[in-house]
């Protein structure tokens, strides 16, 4: 295996192809996925949900469900404190726990349909679904929202009495559905477009879309006399439901210990709590051990979507495609609390051009639905969709190719950001080439064919990170992260200690910790899980080898400067090489006790520098004009990963998040009805992609190294489903000729247009 230079190590690992160490487990079934953590004497728990939109909670009697035979325990809204509504920190997110408690357990009002009212553990899911219909909830019935634009309206139905809205001056004397105004702005974006030569504005919309994970949302909880809980929960971040259950319950951080099962996919969709913070109550008031699944059902009506939204860009630019303005207003859905991602919307709508003149204002409006939840780049794809439409409409005025326009105006190092920071070397231009050079780029089409190219951004964040490296008594080395691995952590980690130690790559053997195993850890999110946690395993290496080096030059009776670590062993240098062998880390493991005890090295830190990550997808499609229905024939994703660790994963994040963008982009969406209710609660009706609606993803990987990381890491996973959205939109521009501006472009919406416009086959 050909040998290269990062970080001052040989590296055989970094960079190649590895077997991953999970694989096993997965293939046989071994592995244990949420629903699958079982206890002695468990009870099986199930929540009662409001079937109104929006309702009063007049009375909730318990009384016969709590006679049932079988049923131990029953919970409701007097089973947790009232929070306080200022925003306190858990990890690095700042929380206002007057809405999570109001999530997790409705109190004064039901705010969506599947809202939960109610809960019950019985020794048997039958008991626990019979308990559920002897609960009597008293309703009064209110009027409901759904829609943002309607929810924004002075005579809209109100959720919130105490709602005014943040970042408006003077503060408004009256509450709203609108929780927050935010604004970004750079330079003059009036005087701008004064300067352009061409000016396109229009309005889109969005449907709310759900994350899709396989794996339902799943907790096992048992809560011991002296008030110890264990918990095992499918989670993006099992710090973070540490310690949202501890705030919520009233218990000691300490007495909590998190176990992060396997993750049957997760997206941002599992970086909050629903059934964990029940399972927990329920466990405490029975006495035993209490079990919680979603049903599929239960995950569309009660689990977060990502925001539905209406954006209005306008964008100028000059006769020969420099772009010198850009406004943009979006409206995203909050669901039924504040906390859309509204502002990385904002943040993420302009960054992959240098435009002197920007001005983004976004709106967080809540609304009768789920509260969203994170979903991959959340804001991004929506705000950026709008841009890359208009973007492309640009390139048709002016007769310019689209790839050679985003060229000619793309973000480079240097370019200041709208919302603030200054680039450091990225690679837009290098994707666009890439993209440009391909094959596919220069592929004939046919009739009812079109092609279509967008580009995309996301920021990437770090964190807090620990991570922990222990040399065990034959010399391999055990790995405990703290991060849950949804997308391939503990193979990159491994490589990377395996390169940093100059060991062979199974010698090393990967967990990840509970939260009382290793020290605190943000969630897997952000795409930050390889950049911080390998950052951290560099920190962890750099201990040990300091470690050795001091042992190797105490046993050799040397001068530090005498000795030195490379190739996975401590050797001497200069004269003493003569009276010294060199070492092994195997050969210091079976003297440690002799030596100073045992070995290792914790990496403890809050990764900074995390590299933005821009790409560019190009798509070929085919419209059947008698049905409406899209074929994707052709995809391919260029984007820059800085360095990738594993190239097979990174390539896998590339296409998966191709994929689905292409759901987002031509299917999937929440249908609710008149009556406040959603309709298509189940993936029969919620149409995603499988298999056979997708092509392979072509995926190219670029790499511009990220000097603030040892080994040039960037973030790839969010920043695959920010250009699908605008790319297919306008590659449905060039195969019908008709600006689609309302996603999903399902086949009964492109049928409607085809017959408006004339121009289906008959």
Request: a neutral charge.
């Amino acid at each position: 295996m050909a040998e290269t230079q990062t970080n001052g190590n040989a590296q055989t690992y970094v960079g190649t192809r590895t077997i991953r160490p999970d694989g096993v487990d997965k293939v046989t079934g071994r592995a244990r996925f949420g629903a699958d953590f079982n206890l002695p004497g468990q009870l099986i728990g199930r929540v009662l949900r409001s079937p109104h939109p929006h309702a009063r909670i007049l009375r909730i009697d318990t009384s016969k469900a709590e006679a049932l035979p079988g049923v131990k325990a029953v919970i409701t809204r007097d089973d947790f404190a009232d929070q306080s509504s200022e925003f306190i920190p858990a990890g690095e997110m700042m929380m206002n726990y007057k809405d999570v408690v109001r999530n997790v357990m409705a109190r004064e009002k039901a705010l969506y349909e599947g809202h939960a009212v109610a809960a019950v553990a019985a020794t048997s899911g039958a008991i626990a679904r019979r308990a559920l219909k002897l609960i009597d909830v008293q309703y009064e019935i209110l009027p409901h929202v759904i829609d943002v634009v309607e929810a924004m309206r002075p005579d809209a139905p109100l959720l919130h009495d105490d709602l005014f809205t943040v970042g408006v001056e003077p503060k408004p004397d009256k509450p709203s559905n609108v929780a927050k105004r935010v604004e970004i702005t750079l330079g003059d974006v009036e005087a701008g477009f004064t300067k352009a030569d061409v000016i396109v504005e229009r309005e889109f919309r969005t449907a709310p879309v759900h994350q899709g994970y396989i794996e339902p949302h799943a907790a096992l909880a048992t809560v011991s006399e002296d008030g110890s809980t264990e918990l095992w929960c499918t989670t993006q971040g099992h710090f973070i439901v540490r310690a949202h259950c501890a705030r919520l319950l009233g218990l000691d951080i300490s007495k909590v210990r998190v176990t992060a099962t396997e993750i049957g996919g997760g997206f941002g969709g599992k970086t909050v709590v629903y059934l964990e913070p029940l399972a927990i109550a329920l466990s405490r008031k029975a006495k035993r051990p209490v079990k919680m699944v979603m049903s599929r059902e239960e995950v569309f009506k009660a689990s977060g979507p990502t925001s539905g939204a209406t954006v209005r860009v306008k964008m100028g630019a000059t006769k020969d495609g420099k772009f010198v303005a850009g406004f943009a207003e979006l409206k995203y859905q909050a669901g039924a609390f504040q906390g859309s991602p509204v502002q990385p919307g904002v943040m993420c709508a302009y960054a992959p051009y240098d435009i002197e003149n920007v001005k983004v204002i976004g709106y967080d409006v809540v609304s009768n639905r789920p509260k969203v939840a994170a979903y991959r780049a959340p804001g991004a794809p929506i705000s950026e969709f709008a841009v890359e439409s208009v973007v492309d409409e640009i390139a048709k005025k002016l007769g310019l190719d689209p790839i050679e326009l985003r060229m000619m105006n793309a973000a480079r190092e240097g370019t200041k950001a709208a919302y603030g920071p200054k680039f450091g070397p990225i690679g837009l231009e290098e994707t666009l080439n890439s993209i440009k050079k391909t094959e596919h780029w220069n592929t004939p089409l046919r009739k009812w064919q079109g092609r279509g190219v967008a580009s995309g951004f996301w920021f990437n964040i770090g964190g807090e990170t620990c991570a922990s490296l222990t040399i065990n008594e034959d010399g391999t080395v055990s790995l405990m992260a703290g991060t849950p691995d949804i997308g391939g952590l503990r193979a990159s980690l491994s490589m990377v200690a395996a390169d940093e130690l100059g060991i062979p790559y199974d010698k090393v053997r990967p967990i990840i910790g509970d939260t009382g195993s290793v020290g605190f850890n943000f969630l897997t999110g952000g795409s930050r899980s390889a950049f911080s946690g390998s950052m951290a395993i560099v920190e962890a290496a750099k201990q040990i080898k300091a470690d050795l080096c001091a042992r190797a030059a105490k046993l050799w009776e040397a001068k530090p400067e005498q000795v030195e670590f490379s190739g996975g062993h401590v050797r001497p240098l200069g004269a003493l090489a003569e009276k010294a062998k060199p070492m092994s880390i195997a050969d210091f493991a079976k003297i440690a006790g002799k030596t100073g005890g045992p070995i290792g090295g914790y990496g403890r830190i809050n990764a900074q520098g995390a590299g933005p990550s821009l790409g560019t997808h190009l798509v070929d499609l085919e419209v059947d004009p008698e049905t409406g229905r899209v074929t994707i024939l052709r995809y391919t994703v260029a984007q820059d990963a800085g360095r990738a660790l594993h190239p097979a994963y990174v390539e896998g994040q590339f296409q998966g998040g191709a994929v689905q963008g292409i759901g987002w982009a031509l299917n999937e969406e929440y249908i609710y009805g008149a009556d406040g209710k959603l309709q298509n609660a189940g993936f029969l009706d919620y149409r995603m992609p499988v298999a056979s609606d997708v092509p392979m993803i072509d995926a190219i990987l670029v790499e511009v190294a990220n000097p603030k990381h040892p080994y040039g890491v960037r973030g790839v996973g969010e920043t695959p489903i920010v250009p699908p959205l605008g790319a297919i939109a306008n590659a449905m521009e060039n195969a019908t000729g008709i600006r689609f501006t309302e996603l999903p472009m399902s086949p009964p919406k492109v049928l409607k247009a085809l017959k408006e416009r004339g121009a289906t086959a008959g």
